[in-house]
């Protein structure tokens, strides 16, 4: 399984940015999809997810209202829409995934992915 993510870059406070991600190979029908952060000097963070079971996507509380994570299941893609960008939002992204379904308790969770993308930068000037 390879996860390329992409559409990162510098964006001024208040802008948009729409980041992908492209899953290749095979995970299972039920195997969620999720987005991490991480900022320098800091630890990845988890930022949004969503559990294929249900359709339900989950978010941290400080994107919730501005960050909308989707999938294209014909495509085979996941996507992160983020919106009124903040400073505190600069980081490196990325989209995880892993093989089979998780409790939805353990969405949030880095350790449970086992599949990772190279990562896209995000930086937000004030």
């Known amino acids: 399984v390879q996860l390329q993510a992409s559409g990162g870059g510098l964006v001024q406070t208040g802008g948009s940015l729409r980041l992908s991600c492209a899953v290749s190979?095979?995970?299972?029908?039920?195997?969620?999809l999720a987005w991490f952060r991480q900022a320098p000097e800091k630890e990845r963070e988890f930022v949004a997810g969503?559990?294929?079971?249900?359709?339900?996507?989950y978010y941290t509380d400080s994107v919730k209202g501005r960050f909308t994570a989707s999938r294209d299941k014909t495509k085979n893609t996941m996507s992160l829409q983020m919106n009124n960008l903040k400073p505190e939002d600069t980081a490196v992204y990325y989209c995880?995934?892993?093989?089979?379904?998780?409790?939805?308790?353990?969405?949030?969770?880095?350790?449970?992915?086992?599949?990772w993308g190279q990562g896209t930068l995000v930086t937000v000037s004030s």
């Open positions: 995880a995934t892993r093989n089979g379904r998780i409790v939805t308790s353990s969405i949030s969770r880095p350790g449970v992915y086992a599949y």
């Open positions: 969503i559990d294929t079971w249900n359709g339900a996507t």
């Open positions: 190979g095979r995970t299972g029908s039920s195997a969620p």
